[in-house]
């Protein structure tokens, strides 16, 4: 007695026969998934012109002997998420982050009970997507959430192209669901003014833990550069003959890496924590903090100390420098250069002539000089601590 074939469709292509499950993918490609008589989990594609031939050759492939080619991986989500994280060439914060993200994921499969990779399909990624979006999270805090996800679905389907299938190739996200189109004046970018910068810098001065970050603040609000560059910033780096400061090392980039003249505000504050509280033993000019996040925290502090309510966070005190220059009439591509951007154009990054030292000269010319111009306008009080004062004088030092 032969046994009854059953076929139901279940949804839009896709038709369940008995053991296994039958999907179309396009024209004559098909795919058909489910336990063969040894109970082995299977995944093959295949072609076939209609459905009455694509049920015979499914049940064919279903019951003839596993092939090498057609052998599947049965990859668990968790296994999976940790295989294709473990090569990447990342420091213990970056592994750490990621580790997090990966377990909200986590968490979400074993509340829909999902256990095995090839239990995903493209709705329930879809479905994370929106669970994020409805928590209210910022559209950069959920690229990071979804980035393990995306990650792994691009890492298996390039192992095993025959048999996964990138899941998450088709997923979108517009930062216009995340963030109602309604004109809101208090949305954008927040920024501090350079007076505002200044003012900030004033305030914490008569703080112990202000005067210890009053140089890497100012490095970020006044110079432009990055939250983790100006942690990294050693004290060998500093020349106040000359009054720069290079950025090199691990950075983000080939361009990132520059010799940039100080504004005078700048040079004062790096001058006058070389003589007042350098520490012989730490190299850096922040020591104590080589996890951005307790600097980010203490920073946030000092902020909220200074104006309560205030939105900037402390990775956003990069963005007076290119603001004022925008505001000002005074952008040019030294100002991005300045901060480390890259060249936007073929003209900038392979035919302008500006190495070495005439490059200095010009940051200081065309970026510093206006900066400087800014910190005059400021209304400082009579006896400012933060900008040089005519009746003080230190002597010439070298960080090197």
Not at 100 to 124: A, M, P, Q, T
Not at 229 to 236: G, P
Not at 301 to 311: E, F, N, S, T, Y
Request: aromatic letters at 10%.
């Amino acid at each position: 007695m032969t046994r009854k074939t059953k076929i139901q469709s279940t949804r839009r292509k896709t038709w369940k026969i008995n053991h296994f499950t039958l999907h179309r993918e396009e024209g004559n490609k098909w795919k058909v998934s489910g336990r063969d008589l040894d109970g082995a989990y299977r995944r093959i594609r295949f072609e076939a012109e209609d459905l009455e031939t694509a049920v015979k050759a499914a049940k064919e492939r279903m019951r003839s002997p596993v092939s090498p080619a057609d052998e599947f991986p049965v990859l668990q989500i968790a296994d999976a998420l940790i295989r294709a994280a473990q090569n990447r060439n990342w420091n213990e914060v970056h592994r750490k982050s990621d580790a997090r993200n990966c377990e909200l994921f986590l968490r979400w499969v074993d509340s829909k009970g999902l256990r095995y990779w090839h239990e995903l399909r493209f709705e329930h990624v879809e479905e994370y997507q929106s669970l994020l979006i409805q928590r209210g999270l910022a559209f950069d805090t959920i690229r990071l959430y979804l980035w393990p996800v995306r990650r792994t679905a691009r890492w298996i389907a390039s192992n095993w192209p025959g048999r996964y299938v990138n899941i998450c190739e088709n997923l979108r996200l517009s930062r216009h669901r995340v963030q109602n189109a309604v004109y809101n004046e208090e949305t954008g970018n927040p920024v501090l003014t350079v007076a505002e910068v200044l003012d900030f810098l004033e305030f914490i001065h008569g703080r112990a833990l202000g005067r210890k970050l009053s140089a890497s603040i100012a490095l970020q609000g006044l110079m432009g550069l990055r939250l983790q560059e100006a942690l990294r910033l050693t004290w060998d780096k500093v020349n106040f003959d000359q009054g720069t400061v290079v950025v090199d090392g691990k950075v983000k980039n080939c361009f990132s890496v520059r010799c940039l003249p100080c504004p005078e505000a700048v040079q004062w504050l790096l001058r006058r924590k070389w003589e007042t509280s350098r520490s012989e033993e730490a190299p850096e000019i922040t020591p104590g903090y080589s996890d951005y996040r307790h600097y980010s925290s203490a920073v946030k502090k000092l902020l909220h100390h200074w104006r309560p309510g205030i939105r900037i966070k402390p990775k956003d005190l990069r963005n007076t420098l290119p603001t004022a220059a925008l505001e000002g009439g005074w952008h040019s591509v030294y100002v991005e250069r300045y901060i480390g951007h890259s060249p936007r154009s073929i003209t900038e990054r392979h035919y302008h002539g500006n190495q070495g030292k005439r490059l200095i000269r010009l940051y200081r010319e065309k970026v510093a000089a206006f900066i400087d111009e800014e910190a005059q306008a400021w209304k400082a009080e009579r006896n400012s601590k933060i900008l040089p004062q005519k009746n003080v004088i230190i002597l010439n030092s070298t960080g090197a």
